[in-house]
Each structure stands twice: as structure tokens, then as C-alpha cells.
């Protein structure tokens, strides 16, 4: 690739970037903007993320002790789960994905640009060069979606108390200002300055929770559609080997030259599958953990308990559903996009070649037949099948409970 196309590339795969990398500026970090190279551009990029990381640091310290403390001062299992347990599983999940994304920071930039290398810029095949017009504007319309989702369900949490005191303000009761969620303070919370300077705090402390899950699950999602794309693209290029009609390809070696080429991209994008598997394990397995459980707690909220924030907490058990699925959903496009090489083999023009091109496709073929996929820290693969298996688990749970 020349270096002006690898500048479009990188061009190109930034603009799929620009949703991920606005949420995860917002906590001071970057995977596509350059490094700062003034002291003052670079103590506010520290003083952002300290900022923001402690924020989330001392709601999750909140939340933790009020649950623990429902959980020793309370006998009743509907005030302990009506704790906002769901709230604090969440955050825990946006810490643990904050946490990885800053030690992996270089990997995860690392990535960016080397996704560049093997990025399809002049794309002469009609078929795939739908391929990629299909991918990319569904990915845009699925981020956009997705992020819009998340930060509607936020801002209702925010805004529900401010909604609470005028309804009852019109109607002539009498009634103070709410909190967002519930925290344990050191401090008498319902005086006059500190009720609201909490409020304050609870509303961005949640808004940067938002930012630090979307900065993550965007990179995700982003990443593993371009993959898919690019597995679906090898597929076409496949199944056009040796289907020229009136070509003698028993005898002709520029097929062998294509199916070296074929190879070569495809070693690639296996080595890079699974560097980026390395990257991302550890936030699956958090995702994997996590979702269960705090789906299980709001629909118990919802049905049970807190009629006021129903509306908010209905919209929180989407974005958790949401979530888990365009985790699962991704994985699986990746799953079946490297299968898929398999069947492109078949479908080409194999049976016209010499052996020794067979044989090069042999390769191709039973290296293809071993899926490539996704896991939570190598503990399980993650599929459509993981994502049913949540349900599963949440119905295990709701039943105990």
C-alpha cells in the first residue's frame, strides 16, 4: 500500500472513530488524537482523567457502602435489591472498562494504526465495494443509536428528581429536591448546601459513567465490524479465483500469485483477530459477569419496587440489553464472517486450478474450518449463544430470588 493510500485509510477508519473518541475525551483519553506536545495541553489531559477517574472512583465508594450497609442493616431482600444494586454493577462495569482502556491505551492505538496497513481503499469489485459502503453506514447508524440510547436512559436519571419536585410543586404538595442515585455520604447530604452540590455530583459522576462504557463498547464495536468487513471482502476475492472463463488454469501461475495474496491477508487478519481479542478479554469477561446480574436486579426494581423512576429504570434495562447484545452481536458477525472463508474456497474456481494451487487453497481452507471469536478472559467464546445465555441466567436468578 502506498503511503497516500495509507493516509486515506487512516483517514477513513478516524471518521468511524470520531462517536468513541468524543465520549472517551470526555475522561482524557484518546486512541486516534495525537500526543500533546505542550506541558499545559498535557497536565490538562492528566488533570481530565484524574478528574474524571476519581468522580467514578468515589460514586462507585458510595454506592458499594450503601449497598453493604442496606445489606447488614436490612433483613428485607426488596430494600436491598431496590439499593440501586443494578446502578452500582453498572458502574463497577464502567470503572473495570475505564481501568483497562487506560493501561491499554498504546495497545489499543497500536491497532488503530495498524488496521490502516490492511484497510481496503480502491476497491475495483463492484460486489465488495458494496461490501463496504453496506458496512460503514450501518455501523454509523448502529453507533449513533446505541450512544443516543445510553445517554437518553442517563439523563432521564438526572433529570427524574427536577421532574418529581415540579409535579408536585403544581400540584400544591409539598416536596424537595431528590438525588440521582444512592450513595452513602459522610455527611449529612439533606442540608441546604450539601443537597445540592450532591446533586451536582451525582449528575456528572453518571454522565462520565456513560462516557467511560460507550468510549469502550463504541472501540468494540467499531473494531469487530471493520474486521467483518474485511473477512467479508476476502471472501469475495475468493470466490473469484479461477472462475475467468476460457483461461487454462492448469498451466497458468498468476492464480497461485492471487492465492499467495489471498493467504498473506488472511494470516493477517487472523494475527490481528487475535490481537485484538487480547486487547478487549478482559472487558468481556466484565461484560459477561456483570450482565446478568444487573439485569436480574432492575426488572426486580421495576416490577417490585420504585414506581417513580420505572420510566428511567425500563430504560436502563435496554441499554443493559442493548449492550450485552451488540457484544455478542459482533462477536458472532466475526465468528461467521471466518467460517465463511471456508464456504468462499468451496465456491471458487478450485477445481480448475493445477495442485499446486489446490494445495495453497488446502490451506487456506482448513485453517479456515477453526473459527476465529471473541472470549471473556479465555473462559468462554462469545456468540449469539452467550447472549441467550444470559436470558438464561436472569431467569435462574429472578427464580432464586
Known amino acids: 500500500m502506498s503511503e497516500s493510500d495509507q493516509k486515506?485509510?487512516?483517514?477513513?477508519?478516524?471518521?468511524?472513530?470520531?462517536?468513541?473518541?468524543?465520549?472517551?475525551?470526555?475522561?482524557?483519553?484518546?486512541?486516534?488524537?495525537?500526543?500533546?506536545?505542550?506541558?499545559?495541553?498535557?497536565?490538562?489531559?492528566?488533570?481530565?482523567?484524574?478528574?474524571?477517574?476519581?468522580?467514578?472512583?468515589?460514586?462507585?465508594?458510595?454506592?458499594?457502602?450503601?449497598?453493604?450497609?442496606?445489606?447488614?442493616?436490612?433483613?428485607?431482600?426488596?430494600?436491598?435489591?431496590?439499593?440501586?444494586?443494578?446502578?452500582?454493577?453498572?458502574?463497577?462495569?464502567?470503572?473495570?472498562?475505564?481501568?483497562?482502556?487506560?493501561?491499554?491505551?498504546?495497545?489499543?492505538?497500536?491497532?488503530?494504526?495498524?488496521?490502516?496497513?490492511?484497510?481496503?481503499?480502491?476497491?475495483?469489485?463492484?460486489?465488495?465495494?458494496?461490501?463496504?459502503?453496506?458496512?460503514?453506514?450501518a455501523l454509523k447508524l448502529r453507533q449513533f443509536l446505541y450512544a443516543f440510547w445510553n445517554v437518553l436512559g442517563v439523563w432521564l436519571y438526572n433529570l427524574t428528581p427536577i421532574a418529581i419536585l415540579l409535579y408536585r410543586k403544581m400540584r400544591g404538595t409539598p416536596g424537595e429536591l431528590g438525588f440521582v442515585w444512592q450513595l452513602l455520604y459522610p455527611f449529612d447530604k439533606t442540608q441546604p448546601i450539601f443537597h445540592e452540590i450532591v446533586y451536582v455530583f451525582?449528575?456528572?459522576?453518571?454522565?462520565?459513567?456513560?462516557?467511560?462504557?460507550?468510549?469502550?463498547?463504541?472501540?468494540?464495536?467499531?473494531?469487530?465490524?471493520?474486521?467483518?468487513?474485511?473477512?467479508?471482502?476476502?471472501?469475495?476475492?475468493?470466490?473469484?479465483?479461477?472462475?475467468?472463463?476460457?483461461?487454462?488454469?492448469?498451466?497458468?501461475?498468476?492464480?497461485?500469485?492471487?492465492?499467495?495474496?489471498?493467504?498473506?491477508?488472511?494470516?493477517?487478519?487472523?494475527?490481528?483477530?487475535?490481537?485484538?481479542?487480547?486487547?478487549?478479554?478482559?472487558?468481556?469477561?466484565?461484560?459477561?459477569l456483570l450482565s446478568s446480574v444487573n439485569i436480574c436486579c432492575v426488572v426486580f426494581t421495576i416490577v417490585f419496587l420504585q414506581p417513580w423512576m420505572e420510566m428511567s429504570d425500563k430504560f436502563f434495562l435496554g441499554a443493559a440489553l442493548t449492550q450485552m447484545g451488540i457484544v455478542c452481536w459482533y462477536a458472532d458477525d466475526i465468528y461467521r464472517a471466518s467460517v465463511g472463508v471456508s464456504d468462499a474456497v468451496y465456491e471458487s474456481g478450485w477445481y480448475r486450478t493445477n495442485t499446486r494451487c489446490r494445495r495453497a487453497l488446502l490451506v487456506v481452507l482448513q485453517r479456515s474450518q477453526k473459527p476465529l471469536f471473541f472470549t471473556a478472559l479465555k473462559f468462554r467464546s462469545i456468540t449469539l449463544t452467550t447472549y441467550s445465555s444470559v436470558f438464561s441466567d436472569h431467569g435462574q436468578i429472578s427464580t432464586v430470588g
Open 8 to 137: 486515506f485509510a487512516r483517514m477513513e477508519i478516524l471518521e468511524t472513530l470520531k462517536l468513541c473518541n468524543f465520549c472517551i475525551r470526555r475522561v482524557g483519553l484518546s486512541f486516534i488524537d495525537e500526543v500533546p506536545l505542550t506541558v499545559l495541553a498535557k497536565l490538562k489531559k492528566y488533570f481530565l482523567f484524574i478528574f474524571s477517574s476519581s468522580m467514578l472512583v468515589l460514586m462507585l465508594a458510595g454506592e458499594v457502602a450503601y449497598v453493604a450497609g442496606q445489606m447488614i442493616n436490612s433483613a428485607s431482600i426488596e430494600e436491598f435489591v431496590g439499593s440501586y444494586l443494578h446502578i452500582a454493577g453498572y458502574d463497577t462495569m464502567s470503572f473495570g472498562k475505564l481501568i483497562t482502556i487506560w493501561y491499554k491505551r498504546n495497545t489499543f492505538k497500536q491497532l488503530v494504526e495498524e488496521l490502516a496497513v490492511i484497510w481496503p481503499v480502491s476497491i475495483k469489485d463492484e460486489v465488495a465495494a458494496q461490501i463496504k459502503r453496506d458496512s460503514l453506514s
Open 202 to 288: 451525582e449528575t456528572f459522576s453518571g454522565v462520565i459513567s456513560v462516557c467511560c462504557m460507550l468510549g469502550s463498547d463504541l472501540l468494540f464495536m467499531t473494531m469487530s465490524s471493520h474486521i467483518s468487513m474485511l473477512l467479508r471482502l476476502l471472501q469475495v476475492q475468493i470466490r473469484r479465483l479461477a472462475t475467468t472463463e476460457g483461461r487454462n488454469y492448469e498451466s497458468d501461475n498468476d492464480c497461485y500469485d492471487e492465492i499467495i495474496s489471498v493467504v498473506k491477508i488472511h494470516q493477517r487478519l487472523i494475527f490481528y483477530i487475535n490481537d485484538l481479542e487480547n486487547a478487549f478479554s478482559v472487558v468481556n469477561l466484565i461484560n459477561v
